[in-house]
């Protein structure tokens, strides 16, 4: 018997790496055009929509995972949350970007970059006739926590591709803004206390966004597969991807 558990449990660890170390996850818009969101690590992740590349918070060499933005493909659209290191990283930018790259930023982003379209929480701007975004409120409402991320400077994003809605929420706290959310097919709810939320934070949040997907990022060595057990049966697709 105790044989026959250990081997179960080594096939449990290998199902569970397996789905862990997923990097691409491919969905369709209401049109039938393709979504593939492709994790990379922490709060970096690449999309493409219809041949658009979007970077979201791309960070390099110093964050380990180490990664060479150089062998990526060059920017339509980059996002960025806010001007800490673990989401905003000049020479990652430098390499992805060209004269025609958008970037988008928070007013503390260019304060520090002198560069990009600043977005404040509420205001939404059309990249192209089928991609809009729009920036959304973003910070820490425990008290002795709000310093990390006060409220109204930094950005999350709620990007909506020929109507498939993306929300990628930076970091914060489970808000009273998140409840303004609406028809949200894919959700990054970041899971790292005392930066972000907690499990039960992240819970709650989803639960109040109801997104059709939720992924936990930015979640360094939280139990992140606790979300998915006290999110069982809600109707929730919650997927764990290595942003650690």
């Keep these: 018997m105790k044989r026959l558990f250990c081997c179960l449990a080594a096939i449990g660890m290998m199902t569970l790496g397996v789905k862990a170390a997923q990097k691409v996850d491919e969905f369709t818009t209401k049109n039938g055009k393709k979504v593939t969101i492709t994790c990379i690590k922490h709060a970096s992740m690449q999309i493409n929509y219809n041949g658009i590349e979007i970077e979201v918070d791309p960070v390099g060499m110093w964050l380990k995972p180490e990664t060479d933005y150089a062998t990526f493909p060059k920017a339509n659209i980059i ?11 000049r020479a990652a930018i430098h390499e992805i ?7 988008y930023v928070n007013q503390a982003v260019y304060g520090h970059f002198r560069n990009g379209l600043v977005m404040q929480n509420g205001e939404t701007r059309k990249y192209a006739a089928d991609i809009t975004i729009e920036a959304v409120p973003a910070y820490n409402t425990t ?12 950005n999350g994003y709620v990007l909506t591709l020929d109507g498939l809605r993306i929300y990628i929420a930076g970091d914060t706290e489970d808000i009273p803004e998140m409840a303004d959310l609406k028809d ?5 709810l970041p899971c790292n206390q005392p930066y972000t939320m907690t499990v039960e934070q992240v819970v709650n949040a989803a639960k109040i966004i109801k997104p059709k997907v939720l992924f936990p990022y930015h979640y360094n060595d939280t139990p992140v597969h606790k979300i998915s057990m006290q999110l069982a049966g809600s109707g929730i697709d919650v997927r764990i991807r290595d942003y650690k």
């Design 79 to 89: 996002l960025v949350t806010h001007e800490h290191k673990d989401h905003f990283d």
């Design 97 to 103: 970007r060209t004269p025609a790259t958008s970037i």
């Design 143 to 154: 008290p002795g926590r709000e310093e990390f991320h006060p409220k109204g400077r930094d």
């Design 184 to 188: 949200i097919d894919i959700a990054f």
